[in-house]
């Protein structure tokens, strides 16, 4: 069940994605109680309705979106991002499609030289068939992960957010990003950012909705600027 659409899912007109929600809901409510607050402040709230704001995006598309936003705010990268589709008549480009620029362009666009060469290599090992899209969907998040970090300059942060993003996976934490250490830190009054291996101490408890878990955590956040603003 590795690659449920959990967009599909969650939509309240469907009875399966309704039942799903609720059983992940209950899991989270009985396994933490920062998570049963956060759930039962609003019971009806769905928490990867942002997932319904994105375009649909593929393994390379959001690897794209993940590696340009390495080391950056989510305002810059979004600016990137945006540059970037200037140069693909306003969409991200196929692997074949990346080829057909020069690199100079893609620096132009933002990109860092280490960014331009990780996302020509990914487009490469796509293209020539050293790596299969349609296989690299089918792997345990694991291996996917693995698959992908094999490639210098993509970490777990880029991979994860793939398998999150692009496929969709269920059992999905983000140790290494610092929005959600921060976000865990406040849910969680804590006296310090907690470590990445701490992150995934508490995420146990999540298990097997740890994607879910995520999604409220950041939801947590959000709510909270937006109160202070």
Not at 67 to 92: N, P, Y
Not at 104 to 126: C, M, N
Request: charged residues 30%; glycine residues 6%; negative net charge.
């Amino acid at each position: 069940m590795g690659m449920t659409d959990l967009r599909r899912r969650s939509r309240s007109g469907d009875a399966s994605g309704a039942d799903w929600l609720e059983r992940a809901r209950t899991h989270l409510r009985n396994a933490d109680p920062v998570l049963a607050r956060l759930v039962e402040r609003d019971p009806a709230f769905d928490p990867r309705a942002w997932l319904d704001e994105l375009p649909p995006v593929d393994i390379f598309e959001a690897a794209l979106f993940r590696v340009t936003g390495q080391q950056l705010s989510v305002a810059a990268t979004r600016r990137t991002i945006g540059r970037i589709k200037l140069l693909f008549e306003g969409h991200l480009p196929s692997p074949s499609e990346l080829f057909a620029v020069e690199p100079i362009q893609l620096r132009a666009a933002g990109l860092s030289r280490r960014k331009v060469e990780t996302i020509r290599d990914l487009a490469a090992r796509l293209s020539d068939g050293w790596l299969d899209a349609d296989a690299l969907a089918l792997l345990p998040d694991d291996d996917f992960v693995s698959a992908l970090t094999a490639i210098p300059g993509i970490g777990p942060w880029t991979a994860q957010g793939v398998l999150l993003v692009a496929l969709q996976r269920e059992d999905v934490v983000l140790p290494g990003d610092l929005a959600l250490r921060n976000a865990i830190c406040d849910a969680y009054e804590l006296d310090r950012l907690p470590s990445e291996q701490e992150v995934l101490s508490l995420a146990e408890r999540w298990r097997p909705f740890r994607s879910l878990a995520t999604s409220y955590i950041f939801a947590s956040a959000f709510d909270r600027d937006d109160v202070e603003a």
